[in-house]
């Protein structure tokens, strides 16, 4: 069976720390970006950070930058996002996606028909 599944969520308070992963199954990651998404209550979803076929090419939103860092292992055919000093406003389900083109096109919001998603982990940052 094809798809992507994530783990790792969870609720923290302000300050705390998760690392999701981002699982695929009946399909290999290696020939595609991978992204993380987050889709907020009442938000549209947006991209927080994807990481490109060879690694080199990594994209941040601006509010995470510094505090999120995004890696895959091949040999494990998983993607990470570690987040650490968590804020409220990084509540939200966050979604994997898999898809073939640059990390920053990912990020944007740029899909193919080829596209795939995984169903989501819901995180919390409260006290």
């Known amino acids: 069976q094809v798809q992507l599944v994530e783990s790792g969520g969870g609720s923290v308070q302000p300050g705390g720390s998760l690392t999701l992963s981002c699982a695929a199954s009946?399909?290999?990651?290696?020939?595609?970006?991978v992204g993380w998404f987050r889709r907020a209550p009442g938000k549209e979803r947006l991209g927080v950070s994807c990481i490109s076929v060879t690694e080199r090419g990594t994209y941040y939103r601006d509010s995470v930058k510094g505090r999120f860092t995004i890696s895959r292992d091949n040999g494990k055919n998983t993607v990470y996002l570690q987040m650490n000093n968590l804020t409220p406003e990084d509540t939200g389900t966050y979604y994997c996606?898999?898809?073939?083109?640059?990390?920053?096109?990912?990020?944007?919001?740029?899909?193919?028909?080829?596209?795939?998603w995984g169903q989501g982990t819901q995180i919390t940052v409260s006290i």
């Open positions: 009946g399909f290999s990651l290696t020939n595609y970006a």
């Open positions: 996606v898999a898809d073939s083109g640059s990390s920053w096109g990912l990020c944007g919001g740029t899909f193919t028909n080829g596209a795939r």
